[in-house]
Nanobody, 128 residues
Framework: ELQLVESGGGLVQPGGSLRLSCAAS????????MSWVRQAPGKGLEWVPG????????YYAESVKDRFTVSRDNAKNTLYLQMNSLKSEDTAVYYC?????????????????????WGQGTPVTVSS
């Protein structure tokens, strides 16, 4: 059974940092590109960063560029999101998501029809 399990969310003050993890199982992790997608309260899905199958190519939404870093450890079947300089507008549920192919363009990462599996999400709250 394919599983994506996120962890690491929580409450953090503005300007703080958090590191999210997504443990993958039930499929060949390094065959697929992966993304983090978030959903703020009362809003739609927002693609955040994407990373190709071997970590050699990454893309970021403008809203998080230079603050967030996506990475993956294929030996551990784990996806990471390092979030620095957090802002109140980063408050959201963060989902780990698997694409249907090993690599993607920046346009493709924001096409949710190209995703076939999602985790249950981990909440991040940025507040003083």
């Amino acid at each position: 059974e394919l599983q994506l399990v996120e962890s690491g969310g929580g409450l953090v003050q503005p300007g703080g940092s958090l590191r999210l993890s997504c443990a993958a199982s039930g499929f060949t992790f390094d065959d697929y590109a992966m993304s983090w997608v978030r959903q703020a309260p009362g809003k739609g899905l927002e693609w955040v960063p994407g990373i190709n199958w071997n970590g050699g190519s990454t893309y970021y939404a403008e809203s998080v560029k230079d603050r967030f870093t996506v990475s993956r450890d294929n030996a551990k079947n784990t996806l990471y999101l390092q979030m620095n300089s957090l802002k109140s507008e980063d408050t959201a549920v963060y989902y780990c998501a698997k694409l249907i192919m090993p690599t993607a363009s920046v346009t493709s990462y924001s096409d949710y029809e190209l995703y076939d599996d999602w985790g249950q999400g981990t909440p991040v709250t940025v507040s003083s």
